[in-house]
């Protein structure tokens, strides 16, 4: 279905407004997706991105700044979203001795089992982008990391087609 219908909007100021939109959209059909998986399983995307960060560091641990660099949200209450998953098992916080401020948090099997329990679900909501090709998807994530990049200033048609032909980007 095209943006159109489904958001019943005919009329865009422009591409980029357009693209704008429709990331919005998408983000959001995507985030429905993902709220459905882990309400299931009692925990929320963020605490969902925690466990999932600790299983990369893990058997070692991270730092609250080492969370908080790696969240895909970024927030502020990363602390309480730790105590939150301590409080279901799903980690460790050990206190550093000579830096109280400090905290070590690790993973627990709890929470390695919990994120085994989620696997095959997550790997659903990923596959609510299988009708893209896997170069379709190369291509996307390309398109998404450039458009993140600061101070890229937008090629108009006209320029993307004087560019050689091994720089072309395809649009979408």
Do not use: W
Request: with cysteine; charged share 30%.
């Amino acid at each position: 279905m095209s943006l159109e219908q489904d958001i019943h909007q005919k009329d865009f100021r422009s591409e980029y407004h357009k693209a704008v939109l429709n990331l919005m959209y998408t983000h959001n059909y995507l985030l429905d997706g993902m709220n459905g998986v882990f309400k299931k399983h009692d925990i929320t995307r963020q605490q969902y991105n925690v466990l999932r960060i600790l299983r990369g560091q893990h058997p070692g641990h991270a730092s609250i700044n080492l969370i908080k660099d790696r969240m895909i949200d970024k927030m502020p209450d990363t602390s309480r979203i730790v105590e939150r998953l301590r409080l279901k098992g799903y980690l460790t916080r050990i206190y550093c001795a000579t830096d109280k401020r400090s905290v070590e948090v690790t993973i627990t099997q709890e929470g390695l089992d919990a994120l085994t329990r989620m696997q095959d679900e997550v790997i659903a909501i990923e596959n609510l982008l299988n009708t893209l090709t896997e170069d379709e998807t190369r291509q996307l994530n390309m398109l998404l990391e450039k458009a993140r990049t600061p101070n890229t200033p937008p090629q108009t048609s006209a320029e993307a087609s004087d560019a050689p032909s091994d720089k072309k980007i395809l649009l979408l």
